[in-house]
């Protein structure tokens, strides 16, 4: 079986540094995922959490880019 992942624990966390419930939170809520999961065998069950992974690291960029654009809408446009 390929033991590629698509994201990492440590791009996880670096990703959820600025985590709106802050870094702690999502450190700890990722370290909670990892530890319920850390006994999995099953090869489809960890290509679904692999893709979990991968859809969570793919929203919180999307959330810092939301929050880059509002920031900057702010800066430059009057509402």
Not at 57 to 62: D, G, M, P, V
Request: net charge positive.
């Amino acid at each position: 079986m390929d033991q590629s992942t698509g994201v990492t624990p440590p791009q996880l966390l670096y990703l959820g540094r600025e985590y709106p419930k802050g870094g702690d939170y999502f450190r700890d809520r990722l370290r909670a995922a990892f530890t319920k999961n850390k006994g999995v065998q099953d090869p489809q069950q960890i290509r679904e959490l692999i893709g979990r992974g991968e859809f969570v690291s793919q929203e919180l960029e999307a959330l810092y880019y939301l929050r880059k654009y509002r920031a900057m809408k702010k800066r430059y446009y009057e509402e």
